[in-house]
């Protein structure tokens, strides 16, 4: 078992009450996981607990209450639609539908682990492409990775994290010069957050049934992690194949309940963008006044580069109660990433890196 004096970065990937009791603090800011600190919608929270009253009965197993509330979203058909036990299994579920062993998946060095991890559970080979300069995806880079063995293509928009966008127009340059055989998932899990004038959804490309799977989540802004309900948009033929391996009843009804009434909460959606917005601000300022460089964020969180072991980093944060992401994993031995936390949270982390012993 961790004590206070082994303090190490495993710590991240605890829950706060482990990490309480291993620090021996009442009160840890958790800024890891890339949380929303706002917390569930009041009226998500309603229509779960009335739907714990029908624990006794078989959830929908294809969601299409909520399947045809996102498709009138998107813009796209019911059809077009799959719901998924968060985002880490429409990830597995991509990947157990079309790899084999022998296959190849072209995935950027700097982006969210699972991406790997489904790829080589399947014995496919995962290729990695190298960022930009400035950390950002090399489209180019991609499609010069890609080879008759090539099969699937991840791109994290926003990127996880980067917290960077890609050009629309690159994007949809870059789709126009992919081979017939690859198909392009686009993980959009951030994608409430990010700045609409710099940024485009892939679901547009759904649309124009090109070879794109677009991945959501309600994780993040919609606050629902604990519930695990994500969802895949995409052409109707490659959803189609995606239902023959997905397991029956793998969303349960209290989280379909949540994520339906998750959508009709814009105060909710647009008091959580605030927030974010409010407290990547004040750390923009921090970071300015310390002097450390850092990424301009579309997402929850910010990578900073602090030009010291970022484990050193870690462990004084969390001598004071303040838990972030190392990225030593990622050949980034000296940034870290903060998750953006409640206002007393965005503070109390200002406060603790002044007093860094860089």
Not at 141 to 154: A, E, H, M, S
């Given at each position: 078992m961790?004590?206070?004096?082994?303090?190490?970065?495993?710590?991240?990937?605890?829950?706060?009450?482990?990490?309480?009791?291993i620090l021996g603090y009442e009160k840890v800011f958790k800024l890891s996981f890339n949380e929303n600190p706002l917390g569930p919608s009041p009226k998500a929270?309603?229509?779960?607990?009335?739907?714990?009253?029908?624990?006794?009965?078989?959830?929908?197993?294809?969601?299409?209450?909520?399947?045809?509330?996102?498709?009138?979203?998107?813009?796209?058909?019911?059809?077009?639609?799959?719901?998924?036990?968060?985002?880490?299994?429409?990830?597995?579920?991509?990947?157990?539908?079309?790899?084999?062993?022998?296959?190849?998946?072209?995935?950027?060095?700097?982006?969210?682990?699972?991406?790997?991890?489904?790829?080589?559970?399947?014995?496919?080979?995962?290729?990695r492409s190298p960022m930009k300069?400035?950390?950002?995806?090399?489209?180019?880079?991609?499609?010069?990775?890609?080879?008759?063995?090539?099969?699937?293509?991840?791109?994290?928009?926003?990127n996880n994290p980067t917290g960077k966008v890609l050009p629309p127009n690159e994007l949809a340059e870059f789709l126009e010069q992919l081979p017939e055989h690859v198909l392009v998932v686009v993980?959009?899990?951030?994608?409430?957050?990010?700045?609409?004038e710099e940024y485009a959804s892939s679901v547009r490309f759904v649309r124009q049934e090109q070879p794109v799977i677009v991945i959501r989540t309600f994780s993040k802004i919609y606050s629902l992690a604990a519930a695990r309900i994500g969802y895949g948009?995409?052409?109707?033929?490659?959803?189609?194949?995606?239902?023959?391996?997905?397991?029956?009843?793998?969303?349960?009804?209290?989280?379909?309940?949540?994520?339906?009434?998750?959508?009709?909460?814009?105060n909710h959606l647009l008091e959580s963008k605030r927030l974010n917005e409010s407290g990547k601000a004040q750390i923009y300022k921090a970071f300015d006044e310390l002097?450390?460089?850092?990424?301009?964020?579309?997402?929850?969180?910010?990578?900073?580069?602090?030009?010291?072991?970022?484990?050193?980093?870690?462990?004084?944060?969390?001598?004071?109660?303040?838990?972030?992401?190392?990225?030593?994993n990622y050949g980034l031995t000296t940034a870290i990433r903060v998750s953006i936390g409640c206002e007393v949270g965005v503070r109390s982390f200002i406060q603790a890196m002044k007093h860094i012993q860089f």
């Open positions: 961790m004590t206070k004096d082994m303090i190490g970065v495993e710590l991240a990937d605890l829950p706060v009450e482990e990490i309480k009791k929270i309603e229509a779960m607990r009335k739907a714990l009253y029908h624990l006794n009965l078989y959830p929908s197993s294809t969601g299409d209450s909520l399947k045809q509330r996102l498709a009138d979203q998107e813009g796209v058909k019911r059809e077009n639609i799959i719901l998924s036990n968060g985002a880490d299994e429409m990830i597995s579920l991509v990947a157990q539908a079309f790899l084999r062993p022998g296959d190849e998946v072209v995935i950027p060095e700097v982006t969210f682990a699972q991406y790997s991890a489904s790829t080589c559970l399947m014995g496919a080979t995962p290729i300069r400035d950390l950002g995806i090399d489209l180019e880079g991609v499609l010069n990775r890609i080879t008759t063995k090539t099969k699937l293509i991840y791109l994290c928009n926003p993980d959009e899990a951030y994608h409430e957050y990010a700045n609409e948009i995409g052409p109707v033929q490659i959803i189609d194949r995606i239902q023959q391996i997905r397991p029956p009843f793998n969303v349960n009804g209290i989280a379909q309940a949540g994520a339906l009434a998750s959508l009709e909460d814009q002097g450390m460089k850092y990424i301009r964020s579309h997402c929850n969180f910010i990578l900073v580069d602090t030009e010291t072991d970022s484990e050193i980093i870690f462990k004084q944060l969390a001598e004071q109660g303040i838990i972030i992401r190392t990225l030593a």
